[in-house]
Every structure is written in structure tokens, then in C-alpha cells.
């Protein structure tokens, strides 16, 4: 197992840039390889866009980009969803500026050509121009493939793709663990945070699994909250029950609090301590059972769910990357609420968020400044590599195939290269 | 109508308002932390908020929304050592202007401002532009804040994490 190849690395052909067990550092700020990079992966897979909470009605919609392409995700007056190119099929301005609405139709601000919320083109000014010339039939805008799995919204440029719950796989089930956090209500999206980071978009991709960073870079935050959830949320560093586990495709998991990741079973734990003064109020209108299962699940699910190449979900939120440059990325952290639910265990959700997440949060700004250190840090020594071989001593494989090893452990690091060497090796 | 004696009471709260409001963008600037912490009304609410036209903060998602509590918890981290981002912040240089009194009634004002930070850190200089709202309480002779607003004009946007206070 051991020997020194872990010293040097290839730094030649894209692909090979990502081995089983480093990196070369160039896979972090090479605009090449960020090139290849959109036009390989984030214009051929699954890309997460939103989520169906975040579009209730007719005539919702909010915009995002993939890779650097402007999309409008909304929802039409049949209910159905699209994903539709932002840009004019005259001249190319985008339709739509708003980061999220409620609109009848999109009209270009340049000659007030005008699309239905489907992307059908239903009129243009002065049409005896285009007579004989193009049909307005054959000019909707673009719109990408829709996939929806448990609420979540994907969009493809590629329309050979698998489908999306193939793609998905063997991450499908936690999917399906994480949305328990409704304790029964339906999941809401309930306002994000933003923010960017002057570093690869990768570096983030690989943070979602590395539990071993966790005690080091949240110490401030860990300091800020009571000794008996800190305890919990780090017993991982030395429990056998919390893993790292590869899922295929480029997905991967890390379990932190084991007792969490079914929240349908309970180990009849006592509460936490913290939340005696909520589990009160809620006794008035809920039964013992209801107040346990909803105060059980504030902090989301024990684990982080890794999908391939922009999405996890995490704890009790959404996170999702943006590659703005191939030396930087926008984070967003989508809280997450009951829908329906009680609204003063919702408004503890938004404080447990905002303690960690955002600009301005206990956490974030120390990821943040740490993935900024990576970045600034692999711009020495070309041909050092940046290491994902922790735990390569102690990991086993399944006969599906998924590779399980320590919590802090780079299993899932290890996961989404092989995924990102697979979909680079493309031509 | 605002007979003269009113008229007087009110332009020397401004005036201590205003002072107040000086000295606490110092101390911010200055890191002087644990001071700013003494000018608060125990029962004060510092908010970023990020919808822009939200008033019912605890019912929203902000970027902070801090008691006295999650203050002295706020202050503590970035002052412990223990955090990356904090113990190698920016320096910043805010400049507080254009203020209005917005409401004077039985010792309490309400002050809103223009607040301009530029923010110096590894070659960069960033801007954070925001409307403030001070409301600033008298009653006890001495100046105390009950709450601090800042709306960041491009809340809506992806920020910069910062390891300071705005």
C-alpha cells in the first residue's frame, strides 16, 4: 500500500490530473481545465437548479446560471416546471433579471419579443420583417431537460441523458432519509445565504465530506454552543458508527451523528436541553410523540449527502456551488422549514442557520478563509499534489461497489474525482 | 406643531445621537469589541437583515439577528483566537453620514444613516454599503442601543464572508 508516488503527480493530459489517490494543485486554477470543465461536466449532467418549494404557483420562477449560462426555472400555468434558456432567440438578451418572481411571461427589454411561461414565443412587434423569413413556432426559448426527485430540481443541457434517477442511484435512499426532517410536514426552501469564496469551485465540493476539518476550522463556533450538542455533533471523531461512504457516480455521504439519520426512529434519547422552552410550547397543540419528532429534527439529519458535481444536502440545508472562475465560486445555503408546520420551531431553524451559515455566520467565514488558504496555497510547487489518501489503509468495498471508511476519512473526495476523471476522459 | 422647547430637545438628541453613533464606528474600526458591547440595552437587537423590505426579522432568515446572548457570543468568537477568518480579519475605515432623525419620542430616537465601509485584506479592497438604523435610548442618562439595522445595499447578492462587525 504504501509507497511514494503520493510525492509527484502527472500535471499533462486533464484527466490525469485527478489520480485515485492526489490531485495535481493546477486542478484548482487552470482556465483551461476550467473550460473543459463546464463543457464536460456542468453543460452534460445533472445540475441542481432549485426547488419545487421555491416555485408554489403559477408563474413562479427564479433564475440562476449553469456554468455560465443564464437559466429561468418556473413553473407554468399547467403546473408543470421548465428550465429554459435565458436569453432572447433574436439577439440574445436575457429575458429575465430578477433573481426569483412571479411573472405572466418573459418579454426581451430589446425589442419586446415575448415568451409564454413555457418558452413558446407568443409575439414579436412588427412581424411582416420575419414573413417568409423564420416562424415564430420554431423560436421558443431553449429549454433543458427537467428531472425532480423528492422536490429537487435538475436541469440538463444534454438531451442523451441518463435519467435523473439513474444518475442519482445509490444516493436516492439518503435523499429520501434527509426530507424526514419535515417530522412529517412537507420541506420548504425558507431564504439562503450567499456569499463567494476567491477559490476553486472543487475545494468546496470536496469540504461537504471532510469531516476531519470540522473540530479544527469550527472551533470558535463549536465554543459558542452548549457543551452537550457540541459533544454530539463531534462524537464522530472517534465513534465506529459514523462513516464515509462512496455512492457512486461522483455522490458521497459522511454520517456524523448515527442516532440522526433515520429521524422515523427514535432511540428515545432524552431532548436536548436547549430546547425545553420550544418542546413546552409545542406540548399545547401536539401530541408527545409529534413535539419529540419535531424537536428532534431542528438539526436536519446526521449526515452530509454529496451530489455530484453542485449539490448537497447537509445537515438541515441545502448547499449549493456555482463555478464563477476557475479561482472562484458562490455558495448558497438554503435554510430549510416545515411547511405547514409550527411556526415557532421554524423560527428556531432560522436561528440554528444563521449561527453557522452565511457571510456573517460562525461557521461559513471560517471555511470560507480556510478553502481561500487552499487556493492561495497550491499556487506553489506545480507538480506537489494535493493529497485525498486518508483512510486508502482502512477502506472497505461493498458488492454494490460503495467504499465505506472512517467519518474522517477522504472516501468521498476520492468519489467525486473518480467521477470527475470519468466525465473528463470524455472527449 | 413643534413648539421651540421641542424643537431644542430634539436637536440636541440628534446632536448626542449622532455623537453616539460617531463613537460606536470607531470602536467597530478600532476592533474595540468588548466596549461596543457596553453600549447596549441588554435588551437590544442587532439585525442584518437580507430581505430588503422585511420588518419582522424573527419570522425571516438574516444574515445575523443577535440578543444580548448571540452579541457577547459573536464577540467572544471573533476575539478567542480560535477562529481563522476573525484573528486574521480585514482592517477596515467606515464612514457614517447623511443622517436623519426619524421618530423623538420620550427618550428614545430613532436615527437613520448611510454607512460606507471599504474593508482591506490581501491585496483587495472591499465596499459594504448599507442604510443604518440606530434606535438610541436616553432614559437612563446614559446612551444605550436598542437596535441596530444594517441593510446591506446588495444583500440579495452573493457576499464576502467577513471576520469583523458591520
Redesign the interface.
Known amino acids: 500500500m504504501s509507497d511514494t508516488l503520493y510525492q509527484t503527480i502527472d500535471t499533462g493530459a486533464l484527466h490525469r490530473r485527478a489520480q485515485p489517490d492526489r490531485i495535481a494543485p493546477s486542478m484548482y486554477y487552470d482556465p483551461a481545465l476550467f473550460e473543459a470543465e463546464l463543457e464536460r461536466i456542468f453543460y452534460k449532467t445533472w445540475i441542481w437548479v432549485a426547488h419545487e418549494s421555491e416555485l408554489p404557483n403559477p408563474g413562479d420562477f427564479r433564475t440562476t446560471t449553469i456554468g455560465r449560462q443564464p437559466v429561468i426555472v418556473v413553473r407554468d400555468k399547467s403546473g408543470a416546471v421548465h428550465v429554459l434558456q435565458n436569453r432572447c432567440r433574436h439577439r440574445g438578451a436575457t429575458v429575465c433579471e430578477e433573481?426569483k418572481g412571479n411573472a405572466k411571461g418573459f418579454t426581451c427589454p430589446y425589442h419586446s419579443w415575448s415568451y409564454a411561461l413555457d418558452g413558446t414565443l407568443r409575439a414579436l412587434p412588427y412581424g411582416d420583417g420575419y414573413e417568409g423569413v423564420c416562424e415564430k413556432n420554431d423560436l421558443p426559448l431553449k429549454a433543458l431537460r427537467v428531472g425532480i426527485y423528492q422536490g429537487l430540481i435538475f436541469a440538463s443541457f444534454n438531451e442523451d441523458i441518463e435519467p435523473l434517477e439513474d444518475f442519482l442511484g445509490g444516493a436516492k435512499p439518503w435523499i429520501d432519509l434527509f426530507m424526514k426532517q419535515g417530522a412529517g410536514y412537507p420541506i420548504k426552501a425558507?431564504?439562503?445565504?450567499?456569499?463567494?469564496?476567491k477559490g476553486n469551485w472543487k475545494i468546496q465540493l470536496e469540504n461537504t465530506t471532510d469531516l476531519y476539518h470540522f473540530p479544527v476550522?469550527h472551533?470558535?463556533?463549536m465554543?459558542?454552543i452548549d457543551d452537550e450538542t457540541a459533544a454530539a455533533i463531534t462524537s464522530f471523531m472517534t465513534s465506529d458508527d459514523a462513516f464515509c461512504r462512496s455512492l457512486g457516480n461522483g455522490h458521497s455521504l459522511a454520517v456524523l451523528v448515527p442516532e440522526l439519520v433515520d429521524l422515523d426512529h427514535d432511540d428515545g434519547a432524552p431532548l436536548p436541553e436547549r430546547f425545553n422552552d420550544l418542546a413546552a410550547k409545542l406540548a399545547g397543540r401536539h401530541s408527545p410523540a409529534e413535539v419529540r419528532r419535531i424537536v428532534r429534527s431542528l438539526m436536519g439529519v446526521g449526515f452530509n449527502l454529496n451530489l455530484f458535481p453542485n449539490l448537497a444536502l447537509s445537515m438541515a440545508f441545502f448547499r449549493v456551488l456555482r463555478p464563477l472562475s476557475s479561482e472562484e465560486t458562490?455558495?448558497?445555503h438554503v435554510?430549510l422549514a416545515m411547511d405547514g408546520g409550527p411556526?415557532e420551531a421554524n423560527?428556531v431553524r432560522?436561528?440554528i442557520?444563521?449561527?453557522f451559515q452565511?457571510?456573517?455566520?460562525?461557521g461559513?467565514?471560517?471555511?470560507?478563509?480556510?478553502w481561500e488558504?487552499v487556493q492561495r496555497g497550491s499556487h506553489a510547487g506545480p507538480d506537489v499534489p494535493i493529497l485525498v489518501n486518508r483512510g486508502l489503509n482502512r477502506e472497505t468495498t461493498a458488492a454494490n461497489g460503495e467504499k465505506t471508511a472512517h467519518a474522517t476519512d477522504e472516501t468521498g473526495m476520492r468519489e467525486a474525482y473518480r467521477q470527475w476523471r470519468a466525465m473528463m476522459e470524455q472527449a | 406643531m413643534m413648539d421651540d422647547r421641542n424643537a431644542l430637545f430634539s436637536q440636541q438628541s440628534f446632536a448626542r445621537a449622532v455623537e453616539f453613533i460617531w463613537r460606536e464606528a470607531e470602536m467597530l474600526d478600532r476592533r474595540d469589541y468588548r466596549a461596543w458591547l457596553d453600549l447596549w440595552d441588554p435588551t437590544g437587537f442587532y439585525v442584518v437583515p437580507i430581505d430588503p423590505a422585511t420588518t419582522d426579522y424573527a419570522a425571516s432568515l438574516n444574515y445575523a439577528y443577535d440578543d444580548q446572548d448571540m452579541r457577547e457570543k459573536r464577540v467572544q468568537r471573533m476575539t478567542s483566537g480560535y477562529s481563522a477568518s476573525a484573528s486574521d480579519a480585514a482592517r477596515t475605515v467606515r464612514t457614517v453620514s447623511r443622517f436623519t432623525l426619524e421618530s423623538n419620542a420620550s427618550d428614545v430616537v430613532e436615527i437613520k444613516s448611510a454607512q460606507v465601509i471599504v474593508a482591506y485584506k490581501r491585496s483587495a479592497t472591499t465596499i459594504f454599503a448599507a442604510d443604518l438604523s440606530h434606535t438610541i435610548s436616553f432614559a437612563g442618562g446614559t446612551p444605550r442601543l436598542v437596535e441596530k439595522v444594517i441593510r446591506l445595499i446588495d444583500s440579495t447578492e452573493a457576499l464576502s464572508a467577513i471576520g469583523f462587525l458591520l
Open positions: 433573481h425558507n431564504g439562503e445565504h450567499k456569499f463567494r469564496f476550522v472551533k470558535s463556533w465554543k459558542s458562490e455558495i448558497r435554510a411556526d423560527r432560522l436561528r442557520h444563521e449561527h452565511g457571510p456573517f455566520g460562525f461559513s467565514p471560517d471555511d470560507a478563509e480556510a488558504r
